[in-house]
């Protein structure tokens, strides 16, 4: 620090002055130790030797570019996780394994199951089960290659993967229902079984169709099956009258005991 403030206060007397002559070295010390009223505040330093010394202050070479900044690293993106597969092992599938192909339309069943259709009849006990609707909960018992038309309910955003896949099982895929998650296939007995197991799936419900009979027109609106009419009484009053009501739900209410609530079915 010593030589730092000499050189300060050389600088600062031996600058030119217009008034008079510069003022000697020996002046300029006089000047820092009066400043600092104490003779010892300030060493004496020979000027002379400290230029002569190089690498005190270093020396700047014109002609020698300087060195350059270093440039920040880009960052860079984060590696794949790397999926660990013992030797001679495959990646895990998160999809079921399918059934047996489903069965033409017109070919006729085979009056014994081969092995394969052995080892591939569905079991009622299986985890997702409750997936099926009753209509499914039977055809899954039966020949686990009969062919049926459903309508598979998926988790959200999971319905246009799932048809990818089926179609890629060489099973016929009829549509995709953005709207309520689903996709309509015709599958196998064993398929339906065991899509039953997949995560991904919700619901595995019949896509039947369903056909009006007017089966009880006539006797409801009082016509006799050869003609003519029949008489009023407890006929006109609806006592033999049955009412199918297709809505969201039932609920049984003063107007309607549960006593009169003959069944109920869910469609969906």
Request: glycine fraction near 10%; aromatic fraction near 2%.
């Amino acid at each position: 620090m010593s030589g730092v403030l000499v050189s300060l206060g050389l600088i600062t007397a031996l600058r030119p002055s217009p008034a008079g002559p510069p003022p000697t070295p020996q002046l300029a010390l006089e000047q820092v130790q009066q400043q600092f009223a104490s003779p010892n505040a300030v060493n004496v330093v020979d000027l002379d030797r400290l230029g002569r010394q190089t690498g005190i202050l270093g020396r700047v070479d014109a002609d020698r570019p300087a060195d350059p900044l270093p440039r920040p690293r880009a960052e860079e993106p984060d590696p794949q996780p790397a999926v660990v597969v013992a030797a001679g092992q495959q990646p895990a599938d998160p999809r079921p394994s399918l059934g047996v192909v489903p069965r033409l339309p017109g070919q006729e069943a085979s009056e014994a199951p081969s092995e394969s259709d052995r080892e591939t009849e569905p079991d009622v006990t299986q985890p997702g089960f409750d997936k099926l609707d009753t209509a499914l909960r039977g055809l899954v018992a039966g020949d686990p290659a009969a062919p049926v038309r459903v309508i598979i309910q998926t988790r959200p955003g999971e319905q246009t993967a799932t048809a990818a896949w089926l179609a890629g099982e060489d099973r016929q895929v009829h549509r995709v229902h953005p709207g309520i998650g689903g996709v309509t296939a015709t599958l196998s007995a064993s398929d339906v079984s065991a899509l039953a197991s997949d995560e991904t799936i919700q619901r595995i419900s019949i896509d039947a169709v369903v056909r009006p009979t007017n089966e009880l027109v006539r006797p409801t609106l009082g016509l006799l099956p050869g003609g003519g009419v029949v008489g009023g009484g407890s006929l006109w009053a609806g006592d033999t009258a049955t009412v199918a009501v297709v809505d969201s739900g039932i609920a049984s209410s003063q107007d309607l005991p549960p006593d009169r609530i003959v069944n109920f079915y869910d469609f969906t």
